[in-house]
Each structure stands twice: as structure tokens, then as C-alpha cells.
């Protein structure tokens, strides 16, 4: 059968506490690398900074990815089948300063548009993939750990909840909750920056689409930035890498970004970026990816 000789680009099971086989839906989600909500973020990555007590961050987001998933035959490497070829997705993220190192955040997605072949013509489901579908929800917290907030070197702990809300039948949503903390550090220099990102995402569902042995389970995630900012212009440019480690060898996507951010008034920033993924095959590594966010913090 085709489906026994398929690569879904997963690696070894890993050890969730739940597992589900499915034959009919993905029930998990393409997108790998998530916008954070809050200020100090570059594209996917973020530094440790946090708002002010009562201070408000808004972002925006749209990004159109290429290819996030291609499947091809075992024997001879061969295309079989694009179950998302093109996706148009939507992202709002909200978060509020609770006190001088608390912050709380919640980010809401949506697929505007996608197509693909989803599982057609490898012997799983017939069914066509929807073009709009509801992305999971995501509750974020994220601590300062640095006692003085002007200080050259920010260090601090980001911690994630991913709820079910999304659409699992279409590459859109996770079938259990997922939790996340990762460890932030970052340092500040005249008109630069950078920040690293490294953590840990636990699925409480572990997901196997077309063999046990490669399956969706936890991850170990990274990433590292750095943002130039002009000094007479109010302009900037931002280079960023993201790396996904699956459990035990599974899915471990890679992505590199470029990016210009304009500094509109003294509390917008709009960002135009381009990304390309770095391990082809790979859930959630494009072939390429175009995104815009737009920024605004305020009371």
C-alpha cells in the first residue's frame, strides 16, 4: 500500500501520556513556531522583558506559508502528496503588565485561506482540506527574572498553554492541550539586540498519523535573534533562526527569517519579514514564508 511507504517526516514516539491513531485527521497543527505575546518580540523569537503594571501590547500577525508539508514515498524519495500547499493565517496577541515582572498574554489564530491535498489519494480519507479553519488557542505568562529592568542583560520564564480550540481535521489544531515553558535571556547594546529562546513543549496527546514509529510527541525548542536598530532613522533589521528537536528524533522543523522593522510614533513598530524553512520534509518547514506583524503598546 502507498500509505505504508509514505515518510511523514515524523520521528520516533515519544512518551505523552495519551496517544491517539487516526486514519481520517491529522490532529495536529503545522505551525511550529508561535508569536508571543507582549513587547520585546522580534518574529518569533522575544527577549525577557515584560510591560509595565497595567500597560497594554497589541499584535497582529499574517503570514503565508509554501509547502509546510510534503509527503513522499520510502522507496525512491518521490512527491506523493502536498496535504497543505498553500496556507494564509491570521494572528491577534494581546498582553497586559500585571506587575513590575509579570505579564500576562493570549493569542488567537486563524487559517483565512489554505489548499492542499490534505490525506486524499494515499489511501486514509477522501475528505477535502477546508480552506478557513480556527487555530488553537494559547495562554502565555512570561516572568522577569532581572531585579533592575534598565539593565543591559534581561534573563526570564515564558510559560505557554495551548488549548484544543482548533480545528484538528485540518492541520489546524493539537488533539490534547500542549504546555510550554521555555528560559529567556537577552542583552541590550547601543541600537542592538539580541535574545535566546530554549524550552520545552509537553503534549498530553500524543498523535500518530500513518505509523507508530514516527509520531507527534514533545519537543525541545529554540531560537535566537538579533535586531539592529539605525540611529538617525527610524528603521531596523532583524535576523532570526527557530529550531524544533522532536522526541526522540521527532518532527524537528527549522526555519531562518530576515526581516526590516519601520518605528512608527513612539509606541507602533510594523515588520515586514521573509523566512525559508531549513529541514525540507519537515512538519512546519516551509519552502517559504512571507509575514507582516504590526505592533502597538499602550494603557
Known sequence: MLASCLVLWLFAPGRAHAQVSSIDKPAFGIERFWLEPGPGGFLAGTDARVLEPSSMHVAAMATLMNRPIVLTQLVGGEEASVPVRIRLGYEVAVARGISQRLQLGVALPIVAAQDGDRLQGIGLSEESLDPVALGDTRLHAK?????????????GLSLGLRLPT???????????????????????????????????????????????????????????????????????????YSKVRGDDGGPSPGEARVGLAAYLLDRATLKIATARGTSPGEVGSPAWRVMTIFEYSGR
Open 143 to 155: 516572568l522577569s527574572l532581572q531585579e533592575e529592568p534598565s539593565a543591559r542583560l534581561g534573563y
Open 166 to 240: 482548533g480545528n484538528e481535521n485540518h492541520f489546524a489544531g493539537e488533539a490534547g492541550l500542549v504546555v510550554s515553558w521555555s528560559l529567556l535571556a537577552d542583552y541590550q547594546g547601543e541600537g542592538w539586540r539580541v535574545a535566546a529562546k530554549a524550552g520545552l513543549r509537553l503534549r498530553t496527546t500524543e498523535v500518530i498519523l500513518l505509523s507508530p514509529a514516527r509520531a507527534h510527541a514533545n519537543e525541545l525548542v529554540g531560537t535566537f535573534a538579533g535586531e539592529y536598530r539605525h540611529p538617525r532613522y527610524p528603521l531596523g533589521a532583524i535576523l532570526e
